[in-house]
T-cell receptor
Framework: GENVEQHPSTLSVQEGDSAVIKCTYSDSASNYFPWYKQELGKRPQLIID?????GEKKDQRIAVTLNKTAKHFSLHITETQPEDSAVYFCAANGGGSNYKLTFGKGTLLTVNP | NAGVTQTPKFQVLKTGQSMTLQCAQDMNHEYMSWYRQDPGMGLRLIHYSVGAGITDQGEVPNGYNVSRSTTEDFPLRLLSAAPSQTSVYFC???????????????FGPGTRLTVT
């Protein structure tokens, strides 16, 4: 099946700095890569996603890049704010079915004021 | 528009008991799925469905059954609860098409299950 590795597991930055979270995947047939944010005690919510026909996508302070050759994708958050503090999960479809989503183990981002 | 709802919010079971976690959505989404979330393990897919009458196994299906008799409902059944099934369970739904593939999944609030 699909294997998604996510690094780092924890990340602490100062307010205003940038944060980068990286993920690798194993299934070369994967074509959908979403990122979810989960605040403490809440449900996961999609923040951005990218498909394999696009190399980069931006939405205000958030961007995702995809390198299909290397099978890795990254989340970039610029000008971080305390409300960005949460657990972030990457995911990829694949593993024998385009309709299965495999998640990374998550990154706890802490933004210090 | 309630979105994705799950009941119960909390549940304690004894080993060997069975129960059904309920999930419903009112967005007319074809795709529905169940995940479990354990500390340090991320979200792991248990079962999913691409439409009424169609279900398939995810990454960790053992010990769980599902059915999809309507578009709105996707219950998860624990046949004989074990302590290893102690977890937070999330149901999710999504628009879906064979041409478009997966899209944003909308998660329910979760059910916290403890098996003693």
């Amino acid at each position: 099946g699909e294997n998604v590795e996510q690094h780092p597991s924890t990340l602490s930055v100062q307010e205003g700095d940038s944060a980068v979270i990286k993920c690798t995947y194993s299934d070369s047939a994967s074509n959908y890569f979403p990122w979810y944010k989960q605040e403490l005690g809440k449900r996961p919510q999609l923040i951005i996603d990218i498909r394999s026909n696009v190399g980069e996508k931006k939405d205000q302070r958030i961007a995702v890049t995809l390198n299909k050759t290397a099978k890795h994708f990254s989340l970039h958050i610029t000008e971080t704010q305390p409300e960005d503090s949460a657990v972030y999960f990457c995911a990829a479809n694949g593993g024998g079915s385009n309709y299965k989503l495999t998640f990374g183990k998550g990154t706890l981002l802490t933004v210090n004021p | 528009n309630a979105g994705v709802t799950q009941t119960p919010k909390f549940q304690v079971l004894k080993t060997g008991q069975s129960m059904t976690l309920q999930c419903a959505q009112d967005m007319n989404h074809e795709y529905m799925s169940w995940y479990r979330q354990d500390p340090g393990m991320g979200l792991r897919l248990i079962h999913y469905s691409v439409g009424a009458g169609i279900t398939d196994q995810g990454e960790v299906p053992n010990g769980y059954n599902v059915s999809r008799s309507t578009t709105e409902d996707f219950p998860l059944r624990l046949l004989s609860a074990a302590p290893s099934q102690t977890s937070v369970y999330f149901c999710a739904s999504s628009y879906f098409s064979l041409a478009g593939g997966l899209r944003e999944q909308y998660f329910g609030p979760g059910t916290r299950l403890t098996v003693t």
